[in-house]
């Protein structure tokens, strides 16, 4: 199992930047690729950014690409989401995930793939 604890979430101004932390830890060795998923509220769970352990190729949903930038530092076992330009709508709370699927060559999109979750951490953008 891998544990995982987001951090940085808070409450922002639109148009600001804010960057997100997930802390892994555990039997991260088997990790293959790590997720950002957002659920705003009365929304379902959807997948925002995506990054494979292993070469660190990442990939984005079309509607934060160009604003959010994912990122991990494999020596620490950190996650990162870089959000630049917070709009109200990115209002939700950030879930990091980890997935141990083998053979990945891109990112899951789908929160099925991923194994491990954290608690999430809640970003709030006023406008």
């Known amino acids: 199992q891998v544990q995982l604890v987001e951090s940085g979430g808070r409450l922002v101004q639109a148009g600001d930047s804010l960057r997100l932390s997930c802390a892994a830890s555990g039997r991260t060795s088997t990790v293959s690729a790590m997720g950002w998923f957002r659920q705003a509220p009365g929304k379902e769970r959807e997948f925002v950014a995506g990054?494979?352990?292993?070469?660190?190729?990442?990939g984005y949903a079309d509607s934060v690409r160009g604003r959010f930038a994912i990122s991990r530092d494999n020596a620490k076992s950190t996650l990162y989401l870089q959000i630049n330009n917070l709009k109200p709508d990115d209002t939700a709370v950030f879930y990091c995930?980890?997935?141990?699927?083998?053979?990945?060559?891109?990112?899951?999109?789908?929160?099925?793939?991923?194994?491990?979750w954290g608690q999430g951490t809640q970003v709030t953008v006023s406008s």
């Open positions: 995930a980890a997935t141990r699927w083998r053979s990945i060559v891109t990112p899951p999109t789908t929160s099925s793939a991923y194994s491990d």
């Open positions: 990054i494979t352990w292993i070469g660190g190729r990442a």
